[in-house]
């Protein structure tokens, strides 16, 4: 909003000229529930963390399209310092999630979750 009213000031831009009713080049914002009325009100798409779809796409002018398999993933991992005296609890929480991705043998992208093992 800064930038549309300097630039409409100045009369410097015609990107944020009311009178022509163009979008700016450029949008951002920094809050999933921001992005997702940016795409409401038709101003592009986002990818949505599977957790958030429930929540996040509920308006009737946003539609979900679903990633055709394999479906994109990500791997994560967990490290720490060889002198941490805590090596144990970092291994068990490890094992918390690779249980959490491995339920029922395989996890939302349709991989087996890899056992952790502590080096």
């Not at 410097?12 to 009325?37: C, N, W, Y």
């Not at 990818?47 to 946003?62: C, F, G, H, N, Y």
């Not at 043998?105 to 952790?116: I, L, M």
Request: overall charge positive; charged content about 25%.
């Amino acid at each position: 909003m800064r930038d549309y009213s300097a630039a409409t000031a100045e009369g410097k831009s015609e990107t944020f000229s009311p009178r022509h009713h163009e979008m700016p080049l450029s949008l951002g914002a920094t809050s999933l529930a921001t992005v997702m009325q940016m795409v409401a009100h038709g101003y592009g798409v986002t990818l949505v963390p599977e957790i958030a779809v429930d929540v996040e796409v509920r308006a009737e002018r946003v539609k979900l399209v679903r990633f055709t398999a394999p479906a994109p993933g990500r791997t994560i991992g967990l490290a720490w310092r060889r002198t941490s005296p805590r090596k144990m609890d970092f291994v068990a929480l490890g094992q918390i999630a690779v249980e959490a991705l491995g339920a029922a043998g395989k996890n939302k992208s349709g991989k087996r979750a890899k056992a952790f093992t502590a080096r």
